[in-house]
């Protein structure tokens, strides 16, 4: 359970640095309260990790064999084309981040016709978990679940997405320039390529 938790603490809190749902975060606790902004966000990404070990332990009733060399090539595969992905990156790769999840909360804005705290949470909530599905942590999360215990999983995930959401509404603004998001994708690739190889060496 210790392993499954430090894994999925690890890999979430890495990999979702810098990416769409946390800028997204940033530019919501601009403008509303960062209680709200937090607990909202939170929400959306414990939710998602939920479902996600739910999806992780049903493939795991498939052959075990399976699933132990399905998730070595999982990791590795999706840690080769983060690095690679990191390489083709630019200064404007950051900034079509940013644009992207300012376009996302712009859009949201647009509809929104009050500002109470029910509106701010449920704009929180839903902007983060339509931008986190199919995401590449999602991903992650389920191919840990499939072969780990989920407990661990989902507790390290959420507490991984938990401190990305606080350090997002705190100190997003002051944080979000200096992050890059190549060197970002860059270390969660060679952490998933970690994993494939841990996972290769484990027995099935």
Not at 87 to 92: G, K, L, V
């Amino acid at each position: 359970m210790l392993t499954a938790f430090t894994a999925g603490l690890l890999l979430i809190t890495v990999s979702e640095l810098g990416d769409k749902t946390f800028f997204i975060a940033v530019i919501l606790s601009m403008q509303h309260s960062r209680r709200l902004v937090f607990a909202g966000v939170t929400a959306a990404l414990a939710a998602m990790t939920i479902l996600s070990v739910i999806f992780g332990q049903a493939a795991s009733l498939l052959p075990k064999i399976y699933i132990h060399y399905a998730e070595i090539v999982l990791f590795i595969a999706f840690g080769l084309k983060l690095i690679y992905d990191a390489s083709r990156m630019s200064t404007a790769a950051d900034q079509e981040v940013v644009e992207e999840a300012k376009e996302a909360v712009e859009h949201a804005h647009l509809q929104e016709q009050q500002k109470n705290p029910w509106t701010i949470l449920f704009k929180s909530f839903i902007l983060t978990f339509a931008a986190e599905w199919g995401d590449r942590t999602q991903i992650a999360t389920i191919a840990l679940a499939a072969s780990n215990n989920p407990i661990g999983v989902t507790a390290g995930a959420i507490l991984g997405h938990a401190i990305c959401a606080l350090i997002a509404v705190i100190g997003g603004k002051l944080i979000a320039g200096r992050i890059s998001e190549r060197q970002i994708t860059f270390i969660g690739g060679l952490l998933f390529i970690i994993f494939g190889i841990v996972a290769a060496i484990g027995k099935p």
